[in-house]
C-alpha cells in the first residue's frame, strides 16, 4: 500500500525514473476513453494527468470557465511539473477538457499531439466503426512519431496487462463489500489512481503482493456505508473526511474509479476492433451516456450489491456533464427513497462546509434518524 501511495504522490518522479530506465516516451491524457493499450503497446507510458491545486497565476489569462481540475492540468503544465511528457493526447470529451489540452499545446507546440475522437454516442449503429477506424489512425501515428511497428504480440501484451490490472484492481474492490470489508475507501481510491500514472506491469507485481496482505486483514466494524457519485476525483481527500466522521466510503461510479476498471479487452482477431469496443463498452461517462440513461440504473445496481447506505453527490463547479446528468441520478435515488448528499466542489474541497453536509448525511442515515425519515433500511 504505502509504495502504491508513494507512487502516487510522487508521479513526477515516478515517471522520470521511468523514462531513464527503458528509454521510452511518456504520454499524458486527460480522459479515461483514451485506449492506453494501444500506447503501452508501443513501448510508451501512458499517464493521466492529474490535478494537483497549486496557486495559480496562469489560467485566467488563457481559459474562460473552465472547472477547476481542467485549470490545474494547464497550471500543472505551465509551472514545469510537467517537464519530462513527451506527447499529449486530445479526446473527444467534455468542452474543458478539450480546451485545457489544446489550451496545454499552444503553450507546448513541441509536444507530439493527436486528437482522438471517441463517439458520443457509443451505443450508435456505427460508432464501432468509427471507433475501430480512429483506432487504426492512431496507430499509424504512433508508428510514425516512434518509428517503429505495433505488433500484433505487442498488442497481445498489453492488453493481457491492461486487463490483469483491471482484474486485480476488481479484486481490490471486492475487499469493500459488506461481507468482508477490509479496505478504507481512501486506500482503494489511492491505490485506483496510483494505477492511472505508473506502468502497468509494475502495478500488477504490487498488486500480486499487495492484495493477499489485504484479505488477511481482520474486517473493520460495521459503519454507515456510503457511495461516491460524480465528477472524477484526483485524491482521497474526501474519502478521508468521510472517515473521520465513523462512516467509509465502500462504492464509488466515478470515471477514474470503478468505471476505470470494470470491464475488459476481450480479445479478438482484429486486435483494435478488440481495444475499441471495451472503450466503448465500459460504463457510460456522463458525457456520453446520451441514448439510453443507463448510468442511474448502473449507480444502483453497484449501491444494492455494495449495501450502501446513502449516496454522496461530489460534482465539480462548472462540470457540465455532471450538471446535466444529475437531474436523472437525483430522480432515481429518491424514486427510491435513497438518502443523498449533493455538493459542488473544486480541487481543493471547503473542508468545514463538506464536513458539515456530509456529517448531516450520516446522522439521517444512522438507525433511529433513518426511520424517523421514512427510510426503509430493510
Ligand atoms: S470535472 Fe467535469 S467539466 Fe471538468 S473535466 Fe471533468 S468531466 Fe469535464
Request: net charge negative; proline share 4%.
Given at each position: 500500500m504505502e509504495n502504491l501511495k508513494e507512487i502516487l504522490d510522487g508521479r513526477h518522479e515516478y515517471a522520470k525514473d521511468w523514462k531513464k530506465r527503458t528509454g521510452g516516451k511518456v504520454v499524458g491524457y486527460?480522459?479515461?476513453?483514451?485506449?492506453?493499450e494501444l500506447l503501452y503497446a508501443a513501448g510508451a507510458l501512458p499517464i493521466r494527468i492529474l490535478a494537483r491545486h497549486e496557486a495559480d497565476d496562469n489560467t485566467d489569462r488563457q481559459m474562460y470557465g473552465n472547472c477547476y481540475p481542467t485549470r490545474d492540468m494547464l497550471n500543472q503544465f505551465m509551472n514545469g511539473?510537467?517537464?519530462?511528457?513527451?506527447g499529449l493526447i486530445d479526446i473527444e470529451s467534455c468542452q474543458w477538457w478539450h480546451n485545457a489540452c489544446s489550451t496545454t499545446l499552444v503553450n507546448f507546440p513541441g509536444l507530439f499531439s493527436h486528437y482522438f475522437f471517441v463517439p458520443?454516442?457509443?451505443?450508435?449503429?456505427?460508432s464501432k466503426d468509427v471507433m475501430r477506424s480512429e483506432m487504426g489512425v492512431f496507430k499509424t501515428r504512433l508508428e510514425e512519431w516512434l518509428g517503429k511497428t505495433i505488433t500484433d504480440e505487442a498488442l497481445d501484451h498489453a492488453i493481457e496487462v491492461y486487463n490483469t490490472n483491471r482484474n486485480l484492481l476488481r479484486q481490490v474492490y471486492e475487499l469493500?463489500?459488506?461481507?468482508?470489508?477490509?479496505?478504507l475507501g481512501s486506500e482503494a481510491m489511492e491505490i485506483v489512481l496510483a494505477c492511472q500514472v505508473m506502468d502497468k506491469a509494475e502495478a500488477n507485481k504490487i498488486l500480486e503482493k499487495l492484495i493477499p496482505e489485504l484479505e488477511s486483514r481482520e474486517p473493520h466494524g460495521d459503519c454507515v456505508r456510503l457511495m461516491l457519485v460524480g465528477s472524477e476525483t484526483y485524491d482521497a481527500e474526501l474519502e478521508k473526511l468521510v472517515e473521520s466522521l465513523g462512516a467509509n466510503i465502500v462504492i464509488d461510479e466515478l470515471d477514474n474509479g470503478s468505471s476505470y476498471i470494470w470491464n475488459n479487452v476481450i480479445p479478438q482477431k482484429d486486435r483494435l476492433m478488440a481495444i475499441g469496443l471495451r472503450y466503448l463498452g465500459r460504463p457510460h461517462s456522463a458525457l456520453k451516456d446520451?441514448?439510453?440513461?443507463r448510468r442511474p440504473e448502473r449507480i444502483y445496481e453497484l449501491f444494492e450489491d455494495y449495501q450502501a447506505d446513502g449516496v454522496i453527490i461530489a460534482k465539480q463547479i462548472y462540470c457540465h456533464p455532471h450538471g446535466t446528468d444529475m437531474y436523472a441520478v437525483w430522480k432515481l435515488l429518491r424514486e427510491r427513497n435513497i438518502p443523498y448528499h449533493t455538493f459542488e466542489r473544486d480541487s481543493t474541497m471547503p473542508y468545514e462546509e463538506t464536513k458539515l453536509g456530509v456529517e448531516a448525511l450520516i446522522n439521517m442515515i444512522k438507525p433511529g434518524m433513518t426511520r424517523l425519515y421514512g427510510w426503509s433500511k430493510a
Amino acid at each position: 500500500m504505502e509504495n502504491l501511495k508513494e507512487i502516487l504522490d510522487g508521479r513526477h518522479e515516478y515517471a522520470k525514473d521511468w523514462k531513464k530506465r527503458t528509454g521510452g516516451k511518456v504520454v499524458g491524457y486527460y480522459d479515461v476513453y483514451f485506449p492506453e493499450e494501444l500506447l503501452y503497446a508501443a513501448g510508451a507510458l501512458p499517464i493521466r494527468i492529474l490535478a494537483r491545486h497549486e496557486a495559480d497565476d496562469n489560467t485566467d489569462r488563457q481559459m474562460y470557465g473552465n472547472c477547476y481540475p481542467t485549470r490545474d492540468m494547464l497550471n500543472q503544465f505551465m509551472n514545469g511539473r510537467y517537464d519530462y511528457v513527451d506527447g499529449l493526447i486530445d479526446i473527444e470529451s467534455c468542452q474543458w477538457w478539450h480546451n485545457a489540452c489544446s489550451t496545454t499545446l499552444v503553450n507546448f507546440p513541441g509536444l507530439f499531439s493527436h486528437y482522438f475522437f471517441v463517439p458520443d454516442y457509443p451505443d450508435g449503429r456505427k460508432s464501432k466503426d468509427v471507433m475501430r477506424s480512429e483506432m487504426g489512425v492512431f496507430k499509424t501515428r504512433l508508428e510514425e512519431w516512434l518509428g517503429k511497428t505495433i505488433t500484433d504480440e505487442a498488442l497481445d501484451h498489453a492488453i493481457e496487462v491492461y486487463n490483469t490490472n483491471r482484474n486485480l484492481l476488481r479484486q481490490v474492490y471486492e475487499l469493500r463489500r459488506f461481507d468482508r470489508s477490509v479496505i478504507l475507501g481512501s486506500e482503494a481510491m489511492e491505490i485506483v489512481l496510483a494505477c492511472q500514472v505508473m506502468d502497468k506491469a509494475e502495478a500488477n507485481k504490487i498488486l500480486e503482493k499487495l492484495i493477499p496482505e489485504l484479505e488477511s486483514r481482520e474486517p473493520h466494524g460495521d459503519c454507515v456505508r456510503l457511495m461516491l457519485v460524480g465528477s472524477e476525483t484526483y485524491d482521497a481527500e474526501l474519502e478521508k473526511l468521510v472517515e473521520s466522521l465513523g462512516a467509509n466510503i465502500v462504492i464509488d461510479e466515478l470515471d477514474n474509479g470503478s468505471s476505470y476498471i470494470w470491464n475488459n479487452v476481450i480479445p479478438q482477431k482484429d486486435r483494435l476492433m478488440a481495444i475499441g469496443l471495451r472503450y466503448l463498452g465500459r460504463p457510460h461517462s456522463a458525457l456520453k451516456d446520451n441514448v439510453w440513461r443507463r448510468r442511474p440504473e448502473r449507480i444502483y445496481e453497484l449501491f444494492e450489491d455494495y449495501q450502501a447506505d446513502g449516496v454522496i453527490i461530489a460534482k465539480q463547479i462548472y462540470c457540465h456533464p455532471h450538471g446535466t446528468d444529475m437531474y436523472a441520478v437525483w430522480k432515481l435515488l429518491r424514486e427510491r427513497n435513497i438518502p443523498y448528499h449533493t455538493f459542488e466542489r473544486d480541487s481543493t474541497m471547503p473542508y468545514e462546509e463538506t464536513k458539515l453536509g456530509v456529517e448531516a448525511l450520516i446522522n439521517m442515515i444512522k438507525p433511529g434518524m433513518t426511520r424517523l425519515y421514512g427510510w426503509s433500511k430493510a
